[in-house]
T-cell receptor
C-alpha cells in the first residue's frame, strides 16, 4: 500500500540553525500538508500546498517557515532559524485530487520527524 | 470558533467494553469529520469519517454518531480489544477546494485492559 515517507526520523539542532524536513507524498496525490504535534498535545495544522503554491496557512506558519516542492516527488518544510519552542513532531500529509473518480477526503500522514531544538 | 473540543482526555475500559469518545464543534462550515488513531511514535491514521448528511456510520467495530443540531459527534468502539489501546483524535475540516486543513481535537488516550 502506498504511504507517505518522511526523513529524517529524528533531527537534533541548535537554536538559530536552519533545518529542512523532507517528505515524499503518495505519488498520485496533489494536496500536501504539514502539521506539528508538540509532545503530549494535539496535532496542529501548519500549511497546505497545491499546484506549487501555499493554499492555506495557520498563524503558527510565520516568516521563519517555508515550504517547497523542489521536484516531482519531494515536499519540504524549512525552518530558517529554529527556536526552542519549535521542538515537536512534524507530520507531512497528502491527499489525492478530490475531483478524481472515487476520490476521498482522506489525508494520509507520514510517520513524522521528531525535531529537537537545543 | 475553529476549535474542536474532545473529551474525555483519557479512558480505561476492560476488554469487550464500549469506549465512547465525544467531540463538539462551533464552526457550522465544518462538513467533514474524521477520526484518527495514533500509536506511540507513529503518525495519525484515518479510522473512520463522516459527513453531516448522515447521522451514523459504521465500519467494523467502529461507529461514528453525528448530531448536526447539537454540533456533536462521537466515536464508539464495539468489543474493544487491547490492540485498540492508542490515542484517538477527532478532527473537522471544510470541504473547500484547496483547503481542508484538519482541525484536531485534543486527543483521548484509550487503554483497553485484558
Amino acid at each position: 500500500e502506498p504511504e507517505v515517507t518522511q526523513t529524517p526520523s529524528h533531527q537534533v539542532t541548535q537554536m538559530g540553525q536552519e533545518v529542512i524536513l523532507r517528505c515524499v507524498p503518495i505519488s498520485n496525490h496533489l494536496y500536501f500538508y504539514w502539521y506539528r504535534q508538540i509532545l503530549g498535545q494535539k496535532v496542529e495544522f501548519l500549511v497546505s500546498f497545491y499546484n506549487n503554491e501555499i493554499s492555506e496557512k495557520s498563524e503558527i506558519f510565520d516568516d521563519q517557515f517555508s515550504v517547497e516542492r523542489p521536484d516531482g516527488s519531494n515536499f519540504t518544510l524549512k525552518i530558517r532559524s529554529t527556536k526552542l519552542e519549535d521542538s515537536a513532531m512534524y507530520f507531512c500529509a497528502s491527499r489525492e485530487n478530490p475531483t478524481g473518480l472515487g476520490a476521498t477526503d482522506t489525508q494520509y500522514f507520514g510517520p513524522g520527524t521528531r525535531l529537537t531544538v537545543l | 470558533q475553529q476549535q474542536v473540543k474532545q473529551s474525555p482526555q483519557s479512558l480505561i475500559v476492560q476488554k469487550g467494553g464500549i469506549p465512547i469518545i465525544n467531540c463538539a464543534y462551533e464552526n457550522t462550515a465544518f462538513d467533514y469529520f474524521p477520526w484518527y488513531q495514533q500509536f506511540p511514535g507513529k503518525g495519525p491514521a484515518l479510522l473512520i469519517a463522516i459527513r453531516p448528511d448522515v447521522s451514523e456510520k459504521k465500519e467494523g467495530r467502529f461507529t461514528i454518531s453525528f448530531n448536526k443540531s447539537a454540533k456533536q459527534f462521537s466515536l464508539h468502539i464495539m468489543d474493544s480489544q487491547p490492540g485498540d489501546s492508542a490515542t484517538y483524535f477527532c478532527a473537522a475540516s471544510i470541504r473547500d477546494t484547496g483547503r481542508r486543513a484538519l482541525t484536531f481535537g485534543s486527543g483521548t488516550r484509550l487503554q483497553v485492559q485484558p
